[in-house]
């Protein structure tokens, strides 16, 4: 059997983070959605996506095919019945498809013509960009499961103070030093090859992605995960961080959404909570206006690539686009559109041939490539985000 993700309905809700990935490609827990269904399925899986995607994330088609909506996360007893699906029948979460079955390569579904099956309950699924650290917590406790089943944890060594060590899980090559793992609200994984440097804090659920690392006395609350590849110091409460990003420095990040290759300057604070304790409003790209969430929290959300400078502060509910560059003094807009360069004096347009040459030079850093892939990825959202633009 083919197994194929789909974007589904929900993908503009999860801008800009959809951007520069398919929906299945964001993280949420300790992997990301795709990783979770093919560790369940056992098999690889592609992607239908946007066209100016699909050259980084291909679609591969056989004569039968299960189609599997990527904001749904997979439980075993979802995975049990999307296995057993025969020709022409689909699960239903609602109104909305959670999978179904093709043959032949069939260009028009008509799902009336579908067996229906009802989707399992208390199965997650990602509707809007602040489910991603809403449901952090929950992610992180089924992927420890799933990750650690039939296991056994490195050991941890004698300078780390742990409270209920059963919970906490480490990889091969992990460099842990005189900090405190506390999995008493829920587990703790370190994947290879991380580090977490002396003087650190850690409350679960919480999980460290292989080859990041933990600075100097950072204070990491639950549920938070740091993806693969990042640099994190300061204070975090409830955020995730895809990969490939820095947050290195002093500063409070809470309850966000960072993409990839992000950095935050030193001392860049978030505001997760207004003064007057409102709900919290976001930027919509679907509607272009802000939406309620009915979230009292809500700090940041940082599309690919985007970057900011020493002491950035960013009010209640941002949303950054990809790619932008902040910099000054002052609280930047609560909307900052994708190619943005400036701050609360007002943006300018940052041109895509000076955010390459950072690009370029940011993937050299951790021995990679900038690819043309990447660079007609980021040309496509450079013309699609102009609207939002004003020079």
């Not at 990839?260 to 997760?272: K, P, Y």
Request: hydrophobic share 35%; aromatic share 10%; net charge negative.
């Amino acid at each position: 059997m083919n197994y194929i993700l789909f974007d589904g309905a929900n993908r503009n809700a999860l801008l800009p983070f959809t951007y520069t990935r398919p929906f299945a490609d964001i993280r949420v827990g300790i992997l990301t959605i795709r990783e979770k269904w093919e560790a369940f399925l056992g098999l690889t899986t592609t992607t239908v996506t946007e066209d100016y995607l699909s050259e980084k994330f291909p679609m591969v088609e056989f004569s039968e095919n299960t189609m599997i909506n990527g904001s749904y996360l997979p439980t075993q007893e979802l995975v049990d019945m999307l296995q057993k699906l025969n020709e022409n029948e689909a699960i239903f979460d609602g109104e909305v498809v959670v999978a179904f079955r093709v043959v032949d390569n069939q260009e028009t579904i008509d799902f009336t013509h579908f067996k229906i099956h009802i989707c399992p309950k208390y199965v997650l699924s990602i509707k809007n960009t602040w489910d991603i650290f809403q449901l952090n917590g929950a992610a992180i406790k089924a992927d420890f499961n799933l990750i650690t089943e039939g296991r056994t944890s490195e050991p941890i060594p004698k300078t780390v103070k742990t409270l209920n060590k059963t919970h906490i899980f480490i990889e091969e090559g992990v460099n842990l030093n005189h900090c405190i793992l506390n999995a008493s609200d829920g587990p703790i994984y370190i994947g290879k090859n991380a580090q977490i440097m002396e003087g650190s804090l850690v409350r679960g659920p919480f999980a460290l992605c292989e080859n990041s690392t933990l600075k100097m006395g950072a204070k990491i609350y639950g549920s938070t995960t740091v993806g693969p590849h990042c640099k994190v110091g300061g204070e975090v409460n409830n955020s995730v961080i895809f990969g490939y990003s820095n947050k290195a420095h002093d500063g409070f990040l809470g309850n966000s959404v960072i993409g990839e290759w992000c950095n935050l300057g030193a001392d860049t604070n978030t505001s997760n909570l207004k003064n007057n304790y409102a709900q919290v409003r976001l930027w919509n790209y679907e509607t272009e206006n802000f939406s309620k969430t009915d979230l009292q929290f809500c700090g940041l959300m940082m599309g690919d690539h985007s970057k900011c400078s020493i002491n950035t502060m960013f009010n209640t509910g941002t949303v950054v686009g990809v790619s932008a560059n902040i910099f000054g003094s002052g609280f930047p807009r609560n909307f900052v559109p994708s190619f943005s360069w400036g701050g609360s004096q007002g943006m300018r347009t940052y041109l895509t041939k000076k955010a390459f040459e950072v690009a370029t030079a940011v993937f050299q850093r951790r021995g990679l490539e900038f690819t043309t892939k990447e660079a007609k990825i980021l040309e496509h959202v450079f013309e699609i985000s102009n609207k939002h633009r004003t020079d």
